[in-house]
């Protein structure tokens, strides 16, 4: 049997240039595709961890709010009193505004903390939003002879104290810095929440239209009903909310 080798040949010259650029072609928007969604699933593992760190912090403050300790019970409450500056207006889908129409709400903040990414800050881990700085000889316990705003930060910082004690440590307790280069930190948490900060970091639509990354875990009352919301935000002066992250979730967060 004779074979035609010039035919073999022709039948096994492989693929063209053209061929060659179709294929190409296709891997690369099979590569574009798969890597969006992998942004996407990142990205949303990302908010639901950040979610489920919002929600525990939300469950540590019910408990504090049920305290036996009557000062720490009180300090949920403090912030409410007419005088207090740091107020914001919030909708019910969670985010802040302007507006004062329905649908919207007042909240104070209560407690603060720059996530780990701003650890080198004065205010790297959570704070009372009514600090102060003790004197000699104090231990934090409210005194007869306390001003009414002495009384109220101590009343708040104990919260504060008692949601941190809840919430994952049991070594939580109020502090400030010490040293010309504050370097010496002992706010609280400073132990137990050296690994604690935002997985999702991304910039955020804000109440002016620009974006904001977030900076502060804000932990505010509500002040229709007294409940806790959590919120992420940022510092600026003082600490401002960009969206609801516990209960009620922005869309951001969904």
């Known amino acids: 049997m004779k074979i035609d080798i010039n035919r073999k040949q022709k039948l096994n010259k492989g693929f063209t240039l053209i061929e060659l650029i179709i294929v190409m072609a296709i891997m690369a928007i099979l590569a574009s595709i798969i890597g969006l969604n992998v942004v996407r699933y990142i990205d949303m593992t990302r908010k639901q961890m950040d979610v489920q760190t919002a929600e525990h912090l939300y469950k540590a403050t019910q408990l504090a709010m049920a305290s036996a300790n009557d000062d720490a019970f009180n300090g949920w409450s403090v912030c ?81 104290n008692e949601m941190l004690h809840c919430f994952m440590q049991d070594n939580a307790k109020g502090g400030t810095y010490t040293g010309t280069d504050r370097t010496n930190y002992t706010f609280d948490g400073a ?40 919120w992420i935000g940022y510092k600026q002066g003082s600490v401002r909310p960009i969206c609801r992250v516990y209960p009620d979730p922005a869309e951001e967060y969904q």
């Open 80 to 160: 409410e009193y007419a005088g207090y500056p740091a107020q914001y207006r919030a909708t019910e889908d969670g985010y802040p505004t302007s507006s004062s129409g329905a649908g919207t709400y007042n909240m104070r903040p209560v407690a603060w903390c720059r996530g780990i990414k701003y650890r080198n800050y004065e205010n790297s881990y959570f704070k009372a939003t009514l600090d102060y700085t003790p004197g000699p000889g104090d231990d934090g316990t409210v005194k007869p002879t306390d001003s009414l705003a002495t009384k109220r930060a101590k009343q708040q910082r104990m919260f504060t």
């Open 191 to 230: 132990e137990g929440l050296k690994n604690f900060g935002f997985k999702y970091k991304k910039p955020i639509k804000d109440i002016n239209g620009g974006t904001r990354e977030p900076e502060c875990w804000i932990i505010y009352r509500r002040d229709d009903n007294g409940s806790p919301e959590i």
